[in-house]
Nanobody, 113 residues
Framework: QVQLVESGGGLVQAGGSLRLSCAAS????????MGWYRQAPGKQRDLVAT???????NYGDSVKGRFTISRDNVKKLVYLQMNNVKPEDTAVYYC???????WGRGTLVTVSP
């Protein structure tokens, strides 16, 4: 059974940093692109970042230059390093395998002014 489990969310002040992790199981991790998405209250779920098996990355416009996605194929982990966070980054962050219906349950990030 495929499972994605996010961790690392919490409360952080604006301008601070946070690192999210997503642990994958039940899949051949190294052959899958991985992604982070987020959903703020009352808004749609949006792309944050994706990373291919070869390490190519893509970012949503609002996080470019501040967030970095990376992966560890041995440990089956994907990370999201969040720097210089802003109150508008407050959302539930989800791990996802692009092109599939597989999502984690999410981890809440709250950024205080």
């Amino acid at each position: 059974q495929v499972q994605l489990v996010e961790s690392g969310g919490g409360l952080v002040q604006a301008g601070g940093s946070l690192r999210l992790s997503c642990a994958a199981s039940g899949i051949i991790f190294s052959i899958n692109s991985m992604g982070w998405y987020r959903q703020a209250p009352g808004k749609q779920r949006d792309l944050v970042a994706t990373i291919t098996t070869g390490g190519s990355t893509n970012y949503g416009d609002s996080v470019k230059g501040r967030f970095t996605i990376s992966r560890d194929n041995v440990k089956k982990l994907v990370y999201l390093q969040m720097n210089n966070v802003k109150p508008e980054d407050t959302a539930v962050y989800y791990c996802h395998i692009p092109g599939s219906g597989i999502w984690g349950r999410g981890t809440l990030v709250t950024v205080s002014p």
